[in-house]
């Protein structure tokens, strides 16, 4: 030792080597199937770096033993939700509802979806769940329209345990809700009085709805569910072609036979199942 002074790169963020990438997005793969491009080196710093410093860890190679550690697999969980993208928002890709609206609701419920059996719309990704209560404002207004009404109910999945905590709330800022029409707000959220303005769903569709973990391309058979309408929307592009392919055939194995598939309008299906025809874009019918 020479007592020279502190080499100042050495507190400065580490470095993420391709090899390490690799690594990391291989064990969050292995998790959730979301497939990050080993490319996207500030992309997996950005995400990661902040774990190291709250584990204080020192570099990217002492992060990867803790990986490989005892903890290993609850840390692996918090690397593949640090990876995941949860962008979202109330009537994202309008023609979707749309489209249920006008043709596809009435559709199944001729077919006897809300009268011989619940008819039943699944979020299959919800992130914070704008896409589930969006369907489920849109199939209330279509149950009012029928002389009864209908027996309807939603769900929303998703592998993020962090995110489903936040969607559990059914609260949201007042920018997270611009999408939604006017007249919807007024009927389906309830506005805080303080500031910031919040808004919550209102408990008539709250009370219709339920919220659970699942991995789509591990579907277990702890996720009881028979939908007429699956929403995989804006989480396809994320996974490689098997996983992609292992996640559409879990959920359409969820799906009633005459059920509709919504897939995200960037992301039409190469190679549909078989048992699946496509009725309009990015929408597939089960025959
Ligand atoms: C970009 S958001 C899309 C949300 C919504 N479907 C939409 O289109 O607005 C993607 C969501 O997929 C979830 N996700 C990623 N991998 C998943 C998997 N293997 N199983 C279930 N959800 C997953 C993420 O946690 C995230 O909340």
């Known amino acids: 030792m020479t007592g020279m002074a502190q080499n100042p790169l050495s507190t400065a963020t580490p470095r993420l080597h391709p090899r390490q990438a690799r690594t990391l997005v291989e064990i969050a793969r292995k998790i959730t199937g979301v497939a990050v491009s080993t490319d996207k080196i500030s992309f997996l710093e950005l995400r990661v770096s902040r774990r190291l410093r709250e584990l204080g860890c020192a570099d990217y190679d002492s992060y990867i033993a803790k990986l490989h550690g005892p903890d290993g697999m609850a840390e692996a969980r918090y690397l593949a939700e640090a990876l995941t993208t949860h962008t979202t928002s109330f009537f994202r890709e309008k023609v979707h509802y749309d489209w249920l609206a006008r043709e596809g609701l009435p559709n199944l419920a001729e077919a006897g979806a809300g009268t011989g059996y619940k008819l039943t719309i699944w979020s299959a990704a919800c992130s914070l769940g704008s896409e589930m209560w969006t369907a489920a404002m849109v199939l209330d207004q279509f149950s009012q329209t029928r002389k009864g009404g209908l027996s309807w109910g939603v769900v929303g999945t998703d ?48 009370s219709r709805a339920q919220l659970a973990w699942a991995n789509l391309v591990d579907l277990d058979r702890t996720l009881k569910l028979t939908a007429d309408v699956a929403f995989l929307r804006n989480v396809l592009i994320y996974f490689q072609p098997e996983d992609q392919r292992r996640a559409v055939a879990n959920v359409v194995s969820r799906l009633r036979d005459g059920g509709y598939l919504l897939t995200g309008h960037s992301e039409s299906l190469a190679d549909p199942p078989a048992n699946l025809r496509q009725v309009a874009a990015s929408t597939y019918q089960k025959v």
């Open 159 to 206: 592998v993020s345990r962090q995110i489903l905590r936040q969607a559990a709330t059914a609260v949201f800022t007042e920018d997270q809700v611009t999408g939604i029409p006017a007249e919807l707000r007024r009927s389906y959220l309830m506005r805080s009085r303080g500031e910031p303005r919040l808004y919550r769903i209102v408990p008539e569709l709250r």
